[in-house]
C-alpha cells in the first residue's frame, strides 16, 4: 500500500541507567537528569543508525521531579548543542510519557513538526543522597522568562478532604485496592497473597534479564511476600519490594519522526517502528468518588478505544508492557484489559516493572515503551500494546504498535465522554458519617518501627463513603489479620475507625 509521507513512526529508542561510583560522600560523579536524557538521546539516535543526533523541530521533556529547571528543555537542549523550535515539557504523571507520544504522533500526522525528540530522566537516587551529606547541587536553571510549552492537561486528584485525613499518597492508596480486588475474588487474603507474589517474582525475574533493570538480581515469591529486615511492611499487606522504586538515576529517550522526514535522514527501514493507535483518559478524579475500588472502567474503555481504533483485539497482541507501580495496578489493568493477570504464560512486563527494573517518577513508560520498540524490530508484523498510568490508577494513556504501517494511519480517540457518565459516589463528612458503616477497603501503614496508622474506606447505608482512621493498637493489629472487606464498623464523629 501507499505510504502517506506524514505517517508518524519511530525511528530510534535510548536507555540510561547511571550507579554512583562511591567515594567519600558519594557524589563525586554524579549526573544530572539532563545528563542522563542527553546520554539516551545520543544512544537513541546510535540505535536509529544515525551518526549524529537529528535536529528536532520540538525537544519535548516528560515532566520530572529530582530538579526544577525551570525548562528542563532548555537544559537537555543546551547539552546537545540545538536549538529547537519548540521546548516542551509534559504534565505530571505516570501516562505522561505515552500521553506525549500519542500527541507527538498527532502533531507529525498534522504536519505540525517533521522530527521530535522525547526523553525524560530522573537523579533521585543522586539528588538523596545530596540531601543526606548536606551537598549543594550546582545544576544549572533556565534564564528567566524562558517558559516551555506545555503538553497534557493538568488533573486535581485529591480533594482537601483527602489531605486534611491524611490521605494523599500512592503508598496509601494501591494497598487499599488491593484488599478490595482481593475481596471482589472472593479470595482468601494468604492464598491471594502468594498468588500476587508469583505474580511479582515473575516481574522480577524479567528485570533481571533486563540491562536497563535497576534490580537485576532475580527475587522468590516467599522473598518478596515476607516482611524482614531489607523488606520492610510498607502499607500491609505490600512490602517494600512491592512498591514502586523510585531510588534510581536513569533516562529514556525516544526519536520520532515522518515517513518522509524517517526517509531523508536516511533511517534504514528495519528500524521503524510506527504508533497504530493511542487513546487517553481518566476515571473520575477523585478516589473519593469511585464507584468501587475494585475495578478501573476507564481502563477497560481507554483499553477497547485503543485496540478498536488499531484494528485488532487484546488476543491480537503479542508483546505487553502494563504500568506495574504496585501489584494491584496490575491486577486492575489486565482485567480491565481482558487478561489474567495470575496467567505466567502471558507475561505482561517487558522491563520488570517499577519495583525492579526502576520507577523513576513520572517517566517509567517511557523505558517500556523504548523496550517494546526493541521487541517490534525482533517480531515483524506483531502487536505490541503499552499502558501507561498516573495517580491512583487514575490517569490512563495507551499505545499500539508495530513495524508494519497502520492500515488507516495512526488514530487516536479518547472516550472521556463515556467514563464521565459512569456511576460514582459522594462523600460524607466524619461529621455527618458518624455510626453504622461497612469496610470496603483498607490497609495498616508501617513506620520503620511498626504498624502505626490503620486507613479503611468505608460505605454508609445510603452508599456514600466515608474514611475511616485508627491510632489505635488493637485495631491496627486486627486489620492485619484475616478478612475485614464486607465487615460492619462504626465511624466517630472525628472519623476514628472502630471495630466491634
Known sequence: MSLDPRTPV???????LHRLDLGADGLEDALEPAALMETAIRSASTDAGLTDVPTADSLRVVGLLSWRYGN????????????????????????????????TSRDILDGHLDVAILTGGEAWRTRMRAK??????????????LEPVSIGTELQMNLQAEIDRGIYMPVQVYPMFETAVRASLGADPDEHLVRVSEMWARFSATAARNPYAWIREPLTAEEIRTPGPRNRMIGSPYTKVMNSNNDVDMGAAIIMCS??????????????VFPHSGSDCHEHPNVSH?????ATPAVELGGETALRLAGASIDDISVIDLYSCFPSAVQLGARSLGLDPFDADRPLTRTGGLSFAGGPWNNYVMHAIATVVG??????????????????????????????????????ESPQDRVDVLPRRELAD?????GAATIEAYTVMHGRGGPERAIASCLLADGRRAWGISDDHS??????????????????????LHLD
Open 375 to 412: 521487541d517490534m524490530r525482533e517480531r515483524p508484523g506483531e502487536l505490541g500494546l503499552v499502558w501507561a498510568n498516573g495517580g491512583y490508577a487514575t490517569k490512563h494513556s495507551f499505545g499500539i504498535y508495530g513495524t508494519t504501517p497502520p492500515a488507516e494511519g495512526f488514530r487516536h
Open 475 to 496: 485495631v491496627r493489629t486486627a486489620l492485619l489479620t484475616g478478612e475485614w472487606v464486607g465487615t460492619e464498623a462504626v465511624l466517630d464523629a472525628e472519623g476514628t
Open 10 to 16: 519511530i525511528v530510534g529508542v535510548g536507555q540510561s
Open 259 to 272: 515517513v518522509d522526514a524517517a526517509r531523508r535522514l536516511g533511517v534504514p527501514e528495519d528500524r521503524w
Open 290 to 294: 469511585r464507584d468501587t475500588f475494585a
Open 72 to 103: 528542563p528543555a532548555w537544559a537537555v537542549a543546551e547539552q546537545l548543542g540545538q536549538q529547537p523550535r519548540e521546548l516542551a515539557v509534559s504534565t505530571m504523571g505516570g501516562n505522561s510519557p505515552q500521553t506525549l507520544l500519542n500527541a
Open 430 to 434: 466524619p461529621t455527618h458519617a458518624a
Open 132 to 145: 543526606k551529606a548536606g551537598v549543594e547541587l550546582d545544576w544549572p536553571k533556565a534564564p528567566e522568562g
